[in-house]
């Protein structure tokens, strides 16, 4: 998580993916590492809780095209489960806070497609 250099807004950035090439640019200043698996939907659940990101950076993913080969289930709990966990975390904390928040599983998914 960082704050933004201009002292006038402040505000939060939650990326995902910071150990990766893109994340690792993102995060050069102003960064907290937490380390934690998003397809833990509890420890993402309170991390959202206790930080409350302004926006998120979804960069996270298991790569490696060899690898999933042997091992989909690690590709589907990471690439899938771990997604759907940050699309659900990005729902707004109240209905009165909603502005441009999709309403449905689906909407969100195609929302995050365009």
């Known amino acids: 998580l960082g704050t933004s250099p201009n002292q006038e807004i402040s505000m939060k950035v939650l990326v995902t993916g910071a150990a990766g090439f893109i994340g690792r640019a993102v995060c050069r200043d102003g960064f907290v590492f937490h380390k934690l698996d998003i397809a833990d939907w ?3 659940n309170n991390l959202f809780a206790a930080e409350k990101p302004d926006y998120v950076i979804h960069l996270a993913a298991q790569a490696g095209v060899r690898y999933s ?3 989909p289930h690690v590709y589907a709990q990471s690439n ?3 997604h759907t966990n940050i699309l659900e975390a ?3 904390f109240s209905e009165d806070d909603r ?3 999709p ?3 689906y909407a969100a998914t195609k929302k995050a497609n365009e």
């Open 42 to 44: 509890d420890a993402l």
């Open 69 to 71: 080969i042997d091992n």
């Open 80 to 82: 899938l489960v771990g």
């Open 90 to 92: 990005c729902l707004p």
């Open 99 to 101: 502005v441009d928040a």
């Open 103 to 105: 309403v449905s599983f």
